[in-house]
């Protein structure tokens, strides 16, 4: 419903005294968004300085009125809130991830793509396989490729160590600050330190070498151009590239196998594309592939929450936000709406190749969308689409305990436990 602008704070449950709504929410994220969602509707107060939104067009102007009303936070850690800190820093990460964009492109990808498949033959073994764990390894080891080359020894197993000291402060409904006395904090600054200094390194012996080699994207970041980038702002850039480019991928890898598991249909069709198409093929080459990879993003969104701190006084769709509240919403509800989504919980990769019928304007947004729109969207996609064709077209997949998996909705939308038998078709050449 559209309101006039005003001085309205939205509806929501009130919630404990103290506590608010976040034990109910800890209990069950996605049922008590819905629950709100079915008694307030569109928009709705979770506490009093956080709104939650729900509608294509009040997502989309979230996240396209960020970096202007609204500002993204990186850090699992909650500093003091401070919007022209944050917006501070988001004017330095613009900057430079305009000129990494450029190593993003298509054929610092192509070159990529075709060690890709080296990659993941070495990271998925026979036999029972732990699938999170497994594909987490084989991110580590493509990431750190695709932005390192030749320089990445040791990369993978500090981003795995980054990745550990983040997930169970992501995980926590509650931030805590950096100067908070815990193992957990202590933890992530450490392996944040370790990183960090990897990528100095690294860095540093590049630049030493003096040749720039724009087959990964340091050597794209290093290349002269007139805005030259300083080392600390290369160090950053490859770090939030190298973490955003390992767990949400792993996962989506992860629901990818599910699903496979249950739809011999779907696994039948990709199969034969995958036999008519070369070794490591152009994505042109894989529709079906690349729809049941986007109908997979659909359903399951590793990203499945999104949130943004209010800069400065504003209002959205006629709802008044204040200086620091937090409007979030859900990508996993707005992609499974029925209004939005016919036989929404329903994996059809069909949806995507149908003439005539495109989604409603902003209902899908896996990658998020505006000025902070996932800057590996097309590397993703393309990661995605060529596992998943090797996956069938190499190995047989199969699960020891069919049936629905439980979802963990407390950090990235992730299946619990998820483990599948993997057995190579054919011995390796
Ligand atoms: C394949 C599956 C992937 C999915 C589903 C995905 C999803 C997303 C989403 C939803 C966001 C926006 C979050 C927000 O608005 O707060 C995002 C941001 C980001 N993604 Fe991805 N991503 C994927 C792969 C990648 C890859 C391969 C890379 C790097 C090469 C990457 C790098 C980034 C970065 C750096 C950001 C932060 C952008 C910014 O804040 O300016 N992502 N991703």
């Known amino acids: 419903m559209k309101r006039a602008p005003g001085p309205q704070r939205p509806p929501g449950p009130r919630g404990h005294w103290l506590f608010g709504n976040s034990e109910e929410y800890d209990r069950d994220r996605n049922g008590f968004l819905e629950r709100c969602h079915a008694t307030y509707g569109d928009v709705f107060s979770f506490d009093a300085r956080t709104v939650v939104v729900s509608s294509p067009d009040q997502v989309h102007a979230l996240l396209a009125r960020t970096n202007g009303d609204f500002l993204a936070e990186n850090s699992p850690l909650a500093d003091r ?137 340091l050597g794209v970041l290093l290349a002269p151009r007139e805005n030259e980038l300083t080392d600390l702002q290369i160090e950053r850039f490859l770090r939030g590239i190298m973490l955003a480019a390992l767990g949400v991928p792993a996962t989506a890898l992860t629901w990818i196998v599910y699903e496979l598991t249950r739809r011999p249909d779907v696994v039948a069709r990709i199969e034969a594309e995958a036999a008519a198409a070369e070794e490591i093929p152009d994505l042109g080459a894989l529709p079906y592939t690349e729809a049941f990879v986007k109908e997979v993003l659909r359903l399951w969104p590793p990203t499945w929450l999104i949130g943004r701190t209010v800069r400065r006084d504003t209002e959205l769709d006629g709802w008044r936000l204040r ?107």
């Open 81 to 217: 809130v401070d919007p022209e800190r944050m917006a501070g820093d988001a004017q330095l990460w613009t900057a430079t991830r305009r000129a990494g964009w450029q190593g993003l492109h298509r054929r610092v990808a192509q070159a990529h793509a075709a060690r890709l498949r080296e990659i993941f033959l070495d990271s998925v073994g026979d036999g029972e396989v732990k699938v999170l764990p497994a594909m987490a390894d084989f991110f580590s080891r493509a990431t750190a490729d695709f932005c390192l080359g030749e320089d990445a020894a040791g990369v993978p197993e500090a981003l795995a160590g980054s990745v550990a000291a983040i997930d169970p402060l992501s995980r926590d409904s509650l931030q805590y600050p950096p100067w908070w006395p815990s193992r957990r904090v202590r933890r992530f600054a450490r392996s944040r330190k370790e990183l960090l200094a990897l990528m100095t390194a690294i860095v540093r012996k590049r630049r030493e070498a003096g040749e720039s080699a724009p087959g990964d994207l």
């Open 323 to 429: 200086t620091g509240d937090q409007v979030m919403f859900s990508l996993y509800r707005l992609h499974r709406d029925p209004r939005w989504w016919s036989d929404p919980d329903e994996l059809r990769p069909e949806r995507w190749l149908e003439p005539h019928t495109a989604p409603v304007r902003h209902s899908y947004l896996p990658f998020g969308a505006g000025p902070r729109v996932c800057v590996g969207t097309q590397l993703g996609m393309m990661q995605l689409a060529l596992t998943t064709a090797w996956l069938v077209r190499d190995m047989d997949v199969a699960r020891p305990e069919p049936g629905d998996v439980p979802v963990d909705f407390s950090g990235l939308l992730v299946p619990r436990d998820l483990t599948v038998r993997l057995r190579r078709k054919a011995p390796l050449p």
